[in-house]
Every structure is written in C-alpha cells, then in structure tokens.
C-alpha cells in the first residue's frame, strides 16, 4: 500500500471536456428465459437511440460512434470468452474498435470511466459504453461461487464463497466501531427498496417495515435476506461525447467527470493510513476519531471504511470543483449491494464525517422528502431503488446508475419510470399509488460504482450543461 507522494494526489486534468447525452437499459430479473444475452444488449442500445429525445434519428446517432467499451463480470455465466465481441456484431457496430473491461463489481463504472477517457483524450468524438450480466445460466449457489472468487483467495474467500460473508464482519466492526443501531440497516432498506417500488425496471422493489427486516432471515449474521441484494439478469448503456456533438445530439447535454480509487482486497491486512481529506474536512475534524480507533486498535480505513471511495471521491470531487458535497450534489446513487455498505459509502464520499454516517441517516436528509421535516432531503440517496431494490446485473450496475444520474438531471424520472406503457413493456402494471421521485431542479448528481470489499472504486459526477 503506497504512502502517498505530492505528486500521487494529483487532480486529473482531461485535455477536453466529456459529455453524456443518453441512456437505456433493460428491466431487471433474476431470469430472462426469453431473451438472449444479445437482445438483452439491443433492449439498451434501442432504447438509449431511440427514446431519449435526441435531436438525430436512431441511425444517424448511431453514425457518430468510434469507439465502445464494454462491461461484463465474467465470462463463466453465459460460457462465452471475449463475450464483448459477439455483442458488438449483434449491435451492428463492427468493425469500430471495442474493449471488454472487468474489474469487479465496478465494472460498468470503469467502462464509463475508459470511455471518457476515450472522450477526453480525443481518441474518440462519441463513444458507447454498455454493460450486462446473464447471471441465470447457473445456480445460485454456483453464481455465488463465481462472484466470491473475485476476492482474495487467500484471504476472503475463506470466510465464505459468498459475498455476504464478506460485509457481514464488516457489518459487525462497524456497529461496534460507532455502536450503530441495527434499526438504522433495515431502514436503509425499506427506503431503497420502497424506492424501487416505484421504477419499472426494478427486480425486487417493494413496501416494507423495519421490523419486517429486523424479522427476515439471517444470511450472514448480522446481516438479514432483505438487507442484501440479488443476482440479476439484464443490461444498460449511456453515450459519452464531445461538447459539440453533445450540443448536435440534445438540447439536454450533461457534462461527466469520473476518477476511480483502489485498495486491497484483504481487508483484514489492511496497515493504518491517514485520511485523505476532502474539500470540506479539516484534519481536527478526526482527532477525536483516531483517538477512538487507538482505543480500539482500530485503523483506517480498517473494516469501517473504503479507501478507494474516499480517494475516486477525491479526484472527482477536484475534478468537478465540489467543495461540499452535501451542499453541492442534489442526490446521490450509492452502491448499496448490502445496506452496510450503503452506511459506510454516506463518510466515504463526504456526506457526513467518518463515524456520524448513522447520523446521516437519522436526520431524514437521505430521503427524497425529508420524514421528520417534510422539506427536500438535502442529498438524497439511491432514489433509484439502488442495488437492494432495483438491480444487481454486475457489469451493468455502475452503468444502470450513472444512467438513473443522468435521468435525475435531465428532468426525465418521470418519463422513463412513471408511464403506465413502461411497466406494461416489461409485463407490470404501474402502481396506483406510484409517487414521482424526481428531484425539483437538479443540477449535479454523483454515483458510485464498486467492487469486491472496495478494491475498485469509480465515482462520477453528472452536471447539468445548457
């Protein structure tokens, strides 16, 4: 682990600026017997040309393309090496060049990220970035296995060749660290997955009650079934270009700055470091905190904390001039594939100091509408149902949120979540009581995309741009 030098923390400079103009993806499920991998990708390709008001026919938008990057696990679930390549042919898009990535469950965040690089460098005016996942061509059981193997082997995987034996540890040391509530873990749940309740594309969205969640099973002590998410069968795209492209494509552009951060898969060996600060900390903000950890020979970021969220949200932070993220973001997508990491992401990207993220929950401001206020949550948290509701398709996740970003800002919840043919297109009927999650005039909005026990992290920020 690198002792940070003056020159490891610098801020990335981009040669020119990179947009995102459109999105698509499919609906979620745990099986997809009707469709194969490819028509999964098309469902997203279509809808990212075809309903997202460009100012260009489907075909001309797809003219503009150089270049694409392409997410996906692993090859083991559809039994398909270079996997990439085939779904480039379905898509029509040989013989342009294409990249498969695979770090993780970051994955649809680094695609997004090579593909703005790809942007920002010039090497490419329009590049597509889609990811997916066909996770129902084995059992669960065998599933679990293939995304457990993504950690340490040495390590990790010794614990248990499932994830959630993984975050449960992590689950404990930080209820103990900062003696949280298990209340404050299931309301995260039923939050996210009420939210979920409200979008078409969601897997297992639904109204339940903390105690509900107190009462399910447990899958790996502490952590309860509906405090986990579930393996997903789907697909998702966004299109990134230049700034004059964007503006030729929609009068609704978005300008994208992203950075990403890694950090040891063996999170038991992990040495102490200092917190890299963000815009709105102060070193005094943690004396009281190292005092703590020395009492408890705890370290950071230890069990409690990932280090890779704190150092993309770093990078982007600087990259996009955020200086307070609860001030400067309007709402925020975590990856929430278990509601601890949810709780842990609130200190990592700066919403709240290390040690107060119950606090953040506590206080309603993660909510769309603040429960104890009535007023607007201040940041509010996966509106998009989140991985505990919507989706976990893992080559897909990072993109699925960056593009629910992009919809927040563009104003456009309401388009793709609350039209009745939407739900009707993927065999559902929208709720009667169905409420509106759009966030009242948006202007930036982070995601968050992350692997394994945060050994890859991407963040991004989508901002507003006419």
Request: hydrophobic share 35%; proline share 4%; charged share 25%.
């Amino acid at each position: 682990m690198i002792k940070f030098g003056k020159g490891n923390l610098r801020i990335p400079k981009w040669t020119r600026d990179v947009y995102i103009v459109a999105a698509g993806m499919t609906d979620f499920r745990k099986r997809y017997p009707s469709k194969k991998l490819e028509e999964l990708t098309m469902m997203a390709f279509r809808m990212l040309l075809e309903e997202n008001d460009l100012k260009m026919d489907p075909l001309e938008a797809k003219g503009f393309i150089n270049f694409a990057c392409y997410g996906e696990f692993a090859d083991h679930f559809q039994d398909q090496l270079l996997c990439e390549a085939k779904v480039h042919d379905y898509l029509g898009l040989d013989p342009l060049y294409n990249v498969g990535i695979k770090t993780g469950g970051a994955t649809g965040g680094s695609a997004i990220l090579m593909g703005a690089t790809s942007v920002a460098s010039g090497l490419s005016d329009c590049t597509l970035v889609l990811g997916w996942e066909r996770m129902d061509e084995v059992d669960t059981w065998t599933g679990n296995y293939y995304i457990s193997s993504a950690a340490c082997k040495d390590f990790e995987t010794r614990l248990s060749r499932n994830y959630a034996s993984y975050y449960a540890p992590m689950a404990r040391r930080f209820q103990e660290m900062y003696q949280v509530d298990e209340r404050i873990r299931a309301e995260i749940a039923v939050k996210n997955r009420g939210y979920a309740y409200m979008s078409p594309f969601a897997q297992q969205g639904g109204k339940h009650t903390i105690e509900e969640v107190l009462g399910g099973k447990i899958v790996s002590d502490p952590l309860r079934f509906l405090e986990c998410c579930a393996m997903s069968n789907g697909s998702a795209a966004v299109l990134l270009c230049s700034e004059d492209l964007a503006h030729k494509m929609t009068d609704r552009p978005c300008r994208l700055w992203t950075a990403a951060g890694s950090h040891t898969l063996r999170t038991g060996d992990r040495r102490h470091m200092e917190i890299p600060l963000l815009p709105n900390e102060k070193a005094s903000d943690y004396d009281k905190l190292y005092a703590e950890m020395k009492e408890q020979d705890g370290r950071w970021p230890g069990f409690e904390s990932f280090g890779a969220t704190r150092f993309a949200a770093y990078l982007t932070y600087g990259m996009a001039g955020v200086k307070n993220p609860v001030e400067d973001l309007d709402f925020v997508e975590t990856h929430d594939a278990f509601t601890i990491s949810d709780l842990q992401t609130y200190g990592d990207i700066g919403l709240t100091l290390y040690g107060q993220e119950q606090e953040y929950i506590k206080s309603g401001e993660c909510y769309l509408h603040n429960p104890h206020t009535g007023k607007p949550g201040k940041c509010p948290s996966n509106l998009s149902g989140g991985l505990l509701g919507t989706m976990h398709a893992v080559g897909a996740t990072g993109i699925f949120s960056c593009a629910e970003v992009l919809w927040q800002v563009q104003g456009k919840y309401d388009k793709f979540h609350g039209q009745p043919a939407m739900w009707e297109r993927y065999g559902k009927k929208k709720p009667d009581d169905w409420e509106s999650l759009q966030v009242a005039n948006p202007k930036r909005g982070l995601y968050v995309s992350h692997a394994g026990v945060g050994s890859h992290v991407t963040t991004g920020v989508v901002e507003k741009a006419w």
